[in-house]
Nanobody, 119 residues
Framework: QLHLVESGGGLVQPGGSLRLSCAAS????????IHWFRRAPGKEREGVSC????????YYADSVKGRFTISRDNADNTVYLQMNSLKPDDTAVYYC????????????WGRGTQVTVSS
């Protein structure tokens, strides 16, 4: 059974940094992608960044380019989202998701972790 667990959320001041982690288990091989989504109150769900675990190809939403970096540690089956220069608009619940690739709506979702950017 596929399992995704997020960690690393919290409260940070504007301009600060956080690193989210997504621990993945139950995958039979590395032919999948991890896609971070976020949902803020009153806003549409937004795809933030995605990485193909097999070959490391990455994608970023325009809203986070240059500030967020996604990476993977295949030995630990963990994907990280390093978030720098955080803004109040980044406040949301962040979800780790997985599917075959970064295209389309992912089938597997973690429970989410809250990120709050506020002074």
């Amino acid at each position: 059974q596929l399992h995704l667990v997020e960690s690393g959320g919290g409260l940070v001041q504007p301009g600060g940094s956080l690193r989210l982690s997504c621990a993945a288990s139950g995958f039979k091989n590395d032919n999948y992608a991890i896609h971070w989504f976020r949902r803020a109150p009153g806003k549409e769900r937004e795809g933030v960044s995605c990485i193909s675990v097999h070959d490391g190809i990455t994608y970023y939403a325009d809203s986070v380019k240059g500030r967020f970096t996604i990476s993977r540690d295949n030995a630990d089956n963990t994907v990280y989202l390093q978030m720098n220069s955080l803004k109040p608009d980044d406040t949301a619940v962040y979800y780790c998701t997985a599917d075959r690739d970064c295209v389309g709506f992912p089938r597997y979702w973690g429970r989410g972790t809250q990120v709050t950017v506020s002074s």
